[in-house]
């Protein structure tokens, strides 16, 4: 059964058109997290939610931004986006104190047009 | 904050050989590390992690990993691969409760 759920899995949206990513888990986890992984690279945190408090890694653009309305669902909002955005972004959950172990979603890979 | 350095960005290897991928970290505190393994368009799937006691590390599909402290390596290793094993391999030390990814390894194995 899937845990960390990615909708979409491809995502195609025009240059400067907001465009949003979901995540949601069936894990209860109290940490959830957003990576951008671009071709051949690692995946890089852009922000993560410990509960409600939100944490943006100090280099995230702030054309990203992120909601968490609840324990289950977790949100990626580009507000514009622009080519070099075009990326597979990862949704990951983790529970405190459970030595850190992260599960990953499928991805959602966006191409931008 | 910690920093991690996988030593090889690509790993050719034939089916059936051994295969060890190297992963060095660098910390102050206590580390978790993992092994994580990514297949095309997919999301990452934990192979193997080290939290504390038996040094030495078994995972999912035969991987093995020694976590050396001396050394600051946490090295993955795995007897005889099958084609199957083909993908990228992220080294991945948590720092307060964050995943840093290493720069990825990919194997490509060979009949």
């Known amino acids: 059964d899937a845990m960390v759920i990615q909708n979409p899995r491809y995502q195609v949206t025009q240059f400067g058109k907001p465009v949003t990513l979901s995540c949601s888990q069936t894990l209860n986890h109290n940490v959830m997290y957003w990576y951008q992984q671009k071709s051949s690279q690692a995946p890089k945190l852009l922000f993560h939610?410990?509960?409600?408090?939100?944490?943006n890694e100090a280099d995230t653009p702030d054309n990203f931004q992120s909601r968490r309305p609840n324990t289950s669902f977790c949100f990626l909002d580009i507000r514009s986006p622009g080519l070099g955005d075009a990326a597979m972004y990862l949704c990951?959950?983790?529970?405190?104190?459970?030595?850190?172990?992260?599960?990953f979603g499928q991805g959602t890979r966006l191409t931008v047009v | 904050a910690q920093s991690v350095t996988q030593l090889d960005s690509q790993v050719p290897v034939f089916e059936e050989a051994p295969v060890e991928l190297r992963c060095n970290y660098s910390s102050s505190v206590s580390v978790y590390l993992f092994w994580y393994v990514q297949y095309p368009n997919q999301g990452l799937q934990l192979l193997l992690k080290?939290?504390?006691?038996?040094?030495l590390v078994k995972g999912i599909n035969g991987f093995e990993a020694e976590f050396n402290k001396s050394q600051t390596s946490f090295h993955l290793r795995k007897p005889s691969v099958h084609i199957s094993d083909t993908a990228e391999y992220f080294c991945a030390p948590v720092d307060d409760y964050k995943l840093s990814f290493g720069a990825g390894t990919t194997v490509t194995v060979r009949a």
């Open positions: 080290y939290l504390s006691g038996s040094t």
């Open positions: 939610y410990y509960d409600k408090d939100f944490n």
């Open positions: 990951a959950t983790s529970r405190l104190g459970q030595g850190g172990e992260a599960f």
